[in-house]
């Protein structure tokens, strides 16, 4: 492909992108299944592209007018990310064979103007409504958490599972595969990759016989916290927004007596099935209703109960920066009290004396303290479970069990890229009084 067919490309998966709510990662893949012709060098470079107008699409759209398709958004790019002055762009829009049309008279101008003083918010790479609710959380580190949020693309951690191998081996394995593994700093069962080349993990013999995980370190901690301090051997422990089941996982590999994995979505707990077989885990699998129906028989009777709720995924746009601009301030209110209507169902289930643990993938308050708050309100029976406490796990390394404290804020914590280098998290950790 020419450099201006590739151009033409990206500008079209921008616009598909915009028309729907696929990942990034799947249209892209959609498109080189679609157009067999585009090598691999294409393939990389029109995702290149689609990746660095997508982080910064607040700016592009500002500069171009406030215009938000593809082709404005490429067109702003070479101006302002590569800074191509304009007689290359033009020859880049020749319009020959299959590259983009011409410049119009009203492009020509917008790239060609002085940039000018955009909006504060503008810079961060967040929507505005999210900038508002980052200052409120962060204070003066509000710009330092948007810039890891959105910015650098995310590394890819694995999680070992310890019931079919060692960190040591599965290090060494990754290595004689090519790989640079490192270790993660939190979980004493993670192992990082680099972002850049990209890892195909999912076709090496340790993945597919089960000996790792891809799961974030953030996310592998909210398992840890979950059991942390507490005797699961013979413990009926419920994840009851099972999801995927990474967490699933996670907590099967902390010698759980009975683990039931829930889900409102059978397409979702199919997909859980060969996870747990290549994890060599058992785990019984329930179907959710839309009030909760299914879990009758284990009210008042789990030991351990996570509710890992559905949420904005805003903990995960540095993997999805496309979802930054699909979400609305309406939705953040609808999935606060989404969450709010789970966590009272999920907290039947918890036995006197049992855990409850609310977990999310959002770093904005809307679902995280204000649902907290809301279910605290409402639910006296629950008392706070210190964070500290539950660092006790020996899945948590001892520098976790040294700095993590001073993330949280009691029952409370948030992880973030900036802070923890993990993805966004948040979690509070509750005790069904006696």
């Not at 999912?202 to 507490?230: H, N, P, T, Y």
């Not at 496309?322 to 169902?345: F, M, P, S, T």
């Amino acid at each position: 492909m020419t450099p201006a067919a590739r151009l033409s490309a990206a500008a079209s998966i921008l616009d598909s992108l915009a028309q729907g709510r696929q990942p990034a990662e799947v249209v892209l893949k959609e498109w080189g299944r679609a157009n067999r012709y585009a090598g691999s060098g294409d393939r990389r470079a029109i995702a290149d592209r689609v990746y660095r107008v997508i982080r910064a699409r607040a700016r592009l759209v500002w500069a171009m007018g406030g215009r938000e398709d593809g082709r404005a958004l490429v067109i702003g790019s070479l101006a302002l990310i590569d800074g191509m002055p304009l007689d290359q762009i033009e020859a880049l829009h020749s319009g020959d064979g299959y590259g983009p049309k011409p410049l119009s008279k009203q492009e020509r101008a917008r790239i060609t103007a002085p940039e000018g003083q955009p909006p504060g918010w503008i810079a961060s790479g967040l929507p505005e409504f999210v900038v508002e609710d980052f200052k409120a959380t962060f204070g003066d580190r509000w710009a330092e958490e948007a810039e890891a949020l959105m910015s650098p693309r995310a590394p890819i951690d694995l999680r070992v599972n310890g019931a079919k191998t060692s960190v040591e081996a599965a290090e060494a394995e990754l290595r004689e595969a090519g790989l640079s593994p490192e270790r993660t700093p939190w979980s004493v069962w993670g192992l990082r990759l680099a972002a850049e080349p990209p890892p195909n993990v999912q076709a090496l013999e340790g993945f597919k016989a089960g000996r790792f995980e891809i799961q974030d370190e953030g996310s592998q901690m909210v398992c840890w916290l979950s059991g942390g301090g507490l005797d699961l051997s013979g413990a009926t422990v419920v994840d009851y927004c099972a999801g995927g089941g990474g967490k699933t996982l996670g907590l099967a590999q902390q010698g759980v007596g009975t683990l039931i994995a829930a889900d409102i979505s059978m397409k979702r707990l199919d997909a859980i099935r060969p996870r747990l077989e290549r994890a060599g885990v058992d785990a019984e699998l329930r179907l959710l209703g839309a009030d909760g129906e299914g879990v009758e028989d284990l009210v008042g009777g789990a030991d351990l109960v996570l509710v890992d709720a559905p949420c904005s995924g805003s903990g995960t746009w540095r993997r999805r920066p496309e979802d930054a601009w699909r979400l609305k301030a309406d939705e953040v209110e609808r999935l606060h009290r989404l969450q709010v209507a789970i966590l009272g169902r999920a907290a039947a289930l918890v036995k006197p004396g049992g855990r409850l643990v609310y977990v999310t993938c959002s770093m904005l308050t809307g679902e995280n303290e204000k649902t907290a708050d809301a279910f605290e309100a409402a639910h006296g029976e629950f008392r706070p479970v210190a964070v500290a406490d539950a660092l006790a796990n020996p899945a948590f390394s001892d520098g976790a069990r040294e700095r993590l404290g001073g993330f949280a804020k009691g029952h409370r914590l948030r992880l973030s890229p900036a802070a923890s280098g993990t993805d966004g998290f948040f979690a509070a950790l509750y005790e069904r009084a006696g």
